[in-house]
Protein backbone atom coordinates (compact mmCIF):
# COMPACT_ATOMS: atom_id res chain seq x y z
CA UNK A 1 0.00 0.00 0.00
CA UNK A 2 1.30 3.85 -1.03
CA UNK A 3 -0.28 6.60 0.32
CA UNK A 4 0.00 9.60 -2.41
CA UNK A 5 -0.20 12.87 -1.42
CA UNK A 6 -1.12 15.74 -3.98
CA UNK A 7 -1.08 19.02 -4.05
CA UNK A 8 -2.47 20.32 -7.16
CA UNK A 9 -4.13 23.88 -8.01
CA UNK A 10 -3.42 25.09 -3.86
CA UNK A 11 -5.77 21.99 -3.03
CA UNK A 12 -4.26 18.94 -1.03
CA UNK A 13 -5.66 15.34 -1.49
CA UNK A 14 -4.10 12.31 0.56
CA UNK A 15 -5.11 9.01 -0.61
CA UNK A 16 -3.74 4.95 0.04
CA UNK A 17 -3.39 3.18 -3.38
CA UNK A 18 -2.29 -0.67 -3.99
CA UNK A 19 -0.43 0.63 -6.95
CA UNK A 20 0.61 4.04 -9.06
CA UNK A 21 1.64 4.85 -12.43
CA UNK A 22 3.32 8.21 -13.16
CA UNK A 23 3.89 8.93 -16.76
CA UNK A 24 6.64 11.44 -17.10
CA UNK A 25 6.79 14.11 -19.49
CA UNK A 26 8.43 12.76 -23.03
CA UNK A 27 7.31 9.01 -22.34
CA UNK A 28 5.24 6.85 -24.77
CA UNK A 29 2.63 6.86 -22.31
CA UNK A 30 2.57 10.92 -21.04
CA UNK A 31 2.42 11.08 -25.64
CA UNK A 32 -0.50 8.52 -25.30
CA UNK A 33 -2.73 10.48 -22.69
CA UNK A 34 -2.33 13.80 -24.87
CA UNK A 35 -3.56 12.01 -28.03
CA UNK A 36 -6.52 10.58 -25.72
CA UNK A 37 -7.35 13.81 -24.57
CA UNK A 38 -6.51 16.13 -27.79
CA UNK A 39 -9.46 17.77 -28.18
CA UNK A 40 -9.01 20.21 -25.10
CA UNK A 41 -6.01 22.10 -24.47
CA UNK A 42 -6.29 22.46 -20.81
CA UNK A 43 -6.90 19.29 -19.21
CA UNK A 44 -7.15 19.11 -14.95
CA UNK A 45 -7.94 15.35 -15.01
CA UNK A 46 -9.87 12.69 -17.43
CA UNK A 47 -11.90 10.09 -17.03
CA UNK A 48 -11.94 7.26 -19.89
CA UNK A 49 -14.29 4.78 -19.37
CA UNK A 50 -14.78 1.91 -22.07
CA UNK A 51 -17.72 0.50 -23.96
CA UNK A 52 -20.08 -2.18 -22.18
CA UNK A 53 -21.61 -4.69 -23.64
CA UNK A 54 -24.13 -7.47 -22.84
CA UNK A 55 -22.74 -10.61 -24.49
CA UNK A 56 -19.11 -11.58 -24.27
CA UNK A 57 -18.58 -11.71 -28.31
CA UNK A 58 -19.08 -7.77 -27.84
CA UNK A 59 -21.89 -7.36 -30.31
CA UNK A 60 -24.50 -5.52 -28.27
CA UNK A 61 -23.10 -2.10 -26.66
CA UNK A 62 -25.38 -1.42 -23.45
CA UNK A 63 -23.02 1.76 -23.12
CA UNK A 64 -20.46 3.28 -25.88
CA UNK A 65 -17.08 3.98 -24.35
CA UNK A 66 -16.71 7.73 -22.87
CA UNK A 67 -14.20 10.25 -21.98
CA UNK A 68 -14.69 12.50 -19.47
CA UNK A 69 -12.49 15.73 -19.33
CA UNK A 70 -12.14 18.53 -16.47
CA UNK A 71 -10.44 21.80 -17.28
CA UNK A 72 -8.50 23.54 -15.22
CA UNK A 73 -7.75 27.18 -16.19
CA UNK A 74 -4.40 29.01 -16.96
CA UNK A 75 -2.62 25.65 -18.08
CA UNK A 76 -2.00 24.13 -21.34
CA UNK A 77 -1.19 20.45 -21.43
CA UNK A 78 2.02 20.81 -23.29
CA UNK A 79 3.27 21.81 -20.52
CA UNK A 80 2.09 19.32 -18.08
CA UNK A 81 5.34 17.64 -16.18
CA UNK A 82 3.43 14.17 -15.43
CA UNK A 83 0.44 12.22 -15.43
CA UNK A 84 -1.00 9.72 -12.87
CA UNK A 85 -2.46 7.39 -14.43
CA UNK A 86 -5.28 5.27 -12.19
CA UNK A 87 -6.54 1.97 -13.78
CA UNK A 88 -9.46 0.75 -12.05
CA UNK A 89 -11.94 -2.57 -11.99
CA UNK A 90 -14.44 -1.84 -9.34
CA UNK A 91 -16.93 0.64 -8.58
CA UNK A 92 -15.51 2.99 -5.45
CA UNK A 93 -16.27 6.60 -3.60
CA UNK A 94 -12.76 7.29 -6.03
CA UNK A 95 -14.37 6.17 -9.18
CA UNK A 96 -17.93 6.36 -10.21
CA UNK A 97 -17.52 3.80 -12.77
CA UNK A 98 -17.30 0.05 -12.63
CA UNK A 99 -14.13 0.11 -14.56
CA UNK A 100 -12.08 2.74 -16.47
CA UNK A 101 -8.83 4.69 -16.37
CA UNK A 102 -8.49 8.29 -14.41
CA UNK A 103 -6.02 10.26 -15.64
CA UNK A 104 -4.54 13.22 -13.35
CA UNK A 105 -2.73 15.90 -15.09
CA UNK A 106 0.25 17.45 -13.21
CA UNK A 107 1.55 21.06 -13.81
CA UNK A 108 4.39 23.14 -12.73
CA UNK A 109 3.54 24.25 -9.00
CA UNK A 110 2.35 21.20 -8.60
CA UNK A 111 3.23 18.46 -5.98
CA UNK A 112 2.86 14.94 -6.07
CA UNK A 113 4.68 12.79 -3.06
CA UNK A 114 4.79 8.83 -3.01
CA UNK A 115 5.34 7.21 0.40
CA UNK A 116 5.98 3.64 1.40
CA UNK A 117 3.86 1.44 4.25
CA UNK A 118 6.59 2.96 6.28
CA UNK A 119 6.11 6.81 5.53
CA UNK A 120 9.92 6.92 3.45
CA UNK A 121 9.43 9.19 0.11
CA UNK A 122 9.97 6.80 -2.64
CA UNK A 123 8.49 9.24 -5.56
CA UNK A 124 8.34 12.75 -5.55
CA UNK A 125 7.17 14.74 -9.12
CA UNK A 126 7.27 18.75 -8.57
Known sequence: MF??????????HISEVEKITIARAGSDA?????ELTNNTSNP?????????FEDAAA???????????????????TNAIAIIIDDFTSKSERH???EG???????PGDYVYVMNS?????ETVK
Open 44 to 52: DFAFFVPAV
Open 59 to 77: SIALQDEELIISERDDVLD
Open 118 to 122: HGSTI
Open 30 to 34: FKRVL
Open 3 to 12: TVKTIIDDVT
Open 96 to 98: PYP
Open 101 to 107: TQYQFIY
